[in-house]
């Protein structure tokens, strides 16, 4: 199938919409070009400081914080109906000890401007380099939201990724979960 380039808000309602109800994959490489995707949950698609960004939060624990850490960048990709049990895969074990791609048959393809691949299988893929990255501040969050979220004080590090790319199949509407 045929991929277009699009512009970041005329996929954003089908992005977060997605993103709610199943979860997205950030895809990331380590320093040998090797993928690893990860399940995320909460976003933003947005525009600061006269770009379009896509904010997505890690925490530090998870092996796709070391690696955007050293690369800079990411992928953010649209899974399609029918790969629920990849994205809970990629949502419960470690890219440390499993190779994500490998396990759920993903088909990296080259992105034309970072250094992680969007994921062929995905409807629609977000290049984007980080531009900003702020960690949570325990004491300027409310009470609620610590106890809901952060029990055991595991906060999340904010990556502001300028989009710099979206592409997605023509028939993206008919494909997403």
Not at 42 to 64: C, D, E, H, L, N
Not at 143 to 172: M, Q, W
């Amino acid at each position: 199938m045929e991929r277009i380039e699009l512009s970041p808000f005329q996929v954003a309602r089908e992005t977060l919409e997605v993103m709610l109800k199943t979860g997205l994959l950030m895809v990331t490489v380590d320093e040998k070009g090797k993928p690893n995707a990860m399940t995320i949950g909460w976003g933003f698609i947005g525009y600061i400081w006269t770009k379009p960004v896509f904010i997505v939060a890690v925490r530090p624990s998870r092996y796709t914080y070391t690696l955007v850490e050293k690369t800079g960048d990411f992928t953010v990709n649209v899974p399609v109906k029918g790969m629920e049990k990849a994205v809970e895969l990629c949502g419960t074990v470690s890219g440390r000890d499993v190779d994500k791609f490998k396990e759920c048959n993903f088909t990296p393809i080259a992105s034309k401007y970072v250094k992680a691949p969007i994921i062929g299988e995905c409807a629609i893929g977000f290049e984007c380099r980080a531009m900003y990255k702020q960690d949570l501040i325990s004491e300027a969050l409310t009470k609620e939201v610590v106890s809901l979220c952060y029990p055991k004080g595991d906060y999340h590090r904010l990556y502001f990724g300028e989009i710099l790319r979206v592409t997605a199949y023509r028939n993206y509407r008919e494909l997403i979960l």
